[in-house]
């Protein structure tokens, strides 16, 4: 499985973005998809999760009312809608695909990972 995401850039606290990962992948339905995220001289995070066919979803904390991830199978393709963001949103954005069916917020049960995308919130 070949993840490509997509959607990051410079935006000014407050505003919205919406992040894509697209898969390369036969049976894409049958992951579980996350997205996680690592700032500048941080670990890695959790961000939001969706389960096999979008049954049930996770959100960190401190996304949760900001965040909304969704897949849509036909295309391949997971997004994460991001409102409101804040400047401690900054960090290179990484999706990942686990071979479960649930939304899982561990990333040690992700198998595949995207290459990220930045995402820069100005204040």
């Known amino acids: 499985v070949q993840l490509q995401a997509s959607g990051g850039g410079l935006v000014q606290a407050g505003g919205s973005l919406r992040l894509s990962c697209t898969a390369i992948?036969?049976?894409?339905?049958?992951?579980?998809m996350g997205w996680f995220r690592q700032a500048p001289g941080k670990e890695r995070e959790f961000v939001a999760a969706i389960s096999r066919r979008g049954a049930t979803v996770s959100y960190a904390d401190s996304v949760k009312g900001r965040c909304t991830i969704s897949r849509d199978d036909a295309k391949n393709t997971v997004y994460l809608q991001m409102n409101s963001l804040k400047p401690e949103d900054t960090a290179v954005y990484y999706c990942?695909?686990?071979?479960?069916?649930?939304?899982?917020?561990?990333?040690?049960?992700?198998?595949?990972w995207g290459q990220g995308t930045l995402v820069t919130v100005s204040s």
């Open positions: 992948a036969r049976t894409f339905s049958i992951y579980a």
């Open positions: 990942a695909a686990a071979l479960i069916a649930s939304a899982t917020i561990n990333d040690d049960e992700y198998d595949y």
